[in-house]
């Protein structure tokens, strides 16, 4: 959504897509206020054809290579996709590419049905080629993960993060711990309980909230049924507007325990209210929380470091006042500017091309 804000600034935009964008909705999750009206919504007609997931998915692809020529820019903000020309190509997360995410979620081997699903998906989209353009990553950690996969250099723009409000002062914050986002199995939930149980059995009296809307339901049933049994863990629904204004301002410690995290927008909101959190070392969250206290190799680690610093209050300013210097870091308009840079630079590569072609 703010890739569409700082692009609407310059270009008519459309958005090509297999359905289902709430732009009031969009709007409200990314902190937005792209206008009704101001955008083309063009949807690809593949889904009514072919209801198969997989096969339906490589039609998508297909369509992109057919209608990419139609215009002078093309930006893709989900991956890397076949468009056959130039493209900015924004990438979010390890999965922006199968053969990364087969590697890095499955252990280098999918199950058969993932397998399956791929060949269909593969099939169904045809022969492409993908033209040199410009790759950017949302951290550093993601783009020497993907450099290997990309047809060009990648560089890199931390995203857009609307800062919170600054909340509470620390001495009237919850001595809390919060797990903000979506719960789901790659951020490893149980992992944040665990954590906080072993530091609560070594003298950290702070209680457990975690609050987000539920991915794979299995998985959040699970994660319910460990939280119910523990007295000292809350877990709340999504939080939107007031209410998660509210609670970003007054829990002194965030955690996460994601190890695939190429950036962590709900780790940046939570340092911009001024909460010190923890994150797993080597994932991209570590351009967030740069300070080495704050980052845990095991749990154990992370239980410690959350002991420690619940009994030095020096530390725990300290720390604060670094998460409140992040809020201007991560700035949209910062975003903005070099979102706009970027799409220049794959116009030149396209008028280069254009003059080169007999």
Aim: aromatic letters at 6%; hydrophobic letters at 45%.
């Amino acid at each position: 959504m703010w890739v569409v804000s700082a692009l609407q600034e310059r270009f008519d935009v459309t958005i090509f897509t297999r359905g289902g964008f709430d732009l009031e909705n969009l709007n409200q999750l990314a902190g937005t206020a792209i206008v009704p009206g101001t955008l083309k919504i063009q949807t690809a007609r593949v889904e009514s054809r072919l209801p198969i997931g997989a096969l339906a998915a490589g039609r998508f692809l297909r369509a992109l290579y057919r209608v990419g020529g139609s215009y002078d820019l093309r930006v893709s903000a989900s991956g890397i996709l076949p468009w056959g020309r130039p493209a900015l190509n924004i990438l979010s997360s390890i999965d922006c590419d199968p053969d990364l995410a087969t590697q890095n979620w499955h252990g280098g081997k999918l199950p058969l049905k993932m397998r399956l699903s791929a060949l269909a998906q593969r099939a169904a989209s045809g022969p492409h080629r993908s033209d040199k353009g410009i790759y950017v990553a949302n951290s550093e950690w993601l783009a020497s993960r993907c450099s290997a996969v990309c047809n060009g250099p990648v560089e890199v723009i931390h995203p857009a993060v609307v800062a919170p409000s600054l909340g509470l002062s620390w001495e009237d914050r919850d001595d809390a711990v919060l797990v903000f986002g979506r719960i789901s199995p790659e951020k490893r939930v149980e992992a944040c309980i665990r954590i906080v149980e072993r530091a609560r059995a070594a003298g950290f009296g702070g209680r457990l909230v975690i609050a987000g809307p539920d991915g794979a339901s299995d998985y959040a049933l699970w994660i319910r049924a460990m939280a119910a049994a523990r007295d000292w863990v809350t877990i709340l629904p999504g939080q939107a507007g007031a209410d998660r204004e509210a609670l970003l301002g007054r829990m002194r410690y965030g955690l996460n325990a994601c190890l695939y995290e190429a950036f962590g927008i709900s780790t940046a909101e939570l340092a911009g209210a001024g909460a010190i959190v923890l994150v797993p070392q080597d994932t991209g969250q570590s351009e967030i929380v740069t300070d080495p206290l704050q980052h845990y190799s095991n749990e154990e680690e992370a239980a410690e470091r959350l002991v420690a610093m619940s009994r030095d209050q020096a530390l725990q300013r300290r720390l604060h006042a670094g998460a409140l210097a992040t809020r201007e870091r991560f700035s949209p308009a910062r975003f903005t500017v070099a979102v706009q840079q970027a799409a220049q630079r794959v116009l030149s590569l396209e008028m280069e091309g254009r003059v080169s072609t007999p």
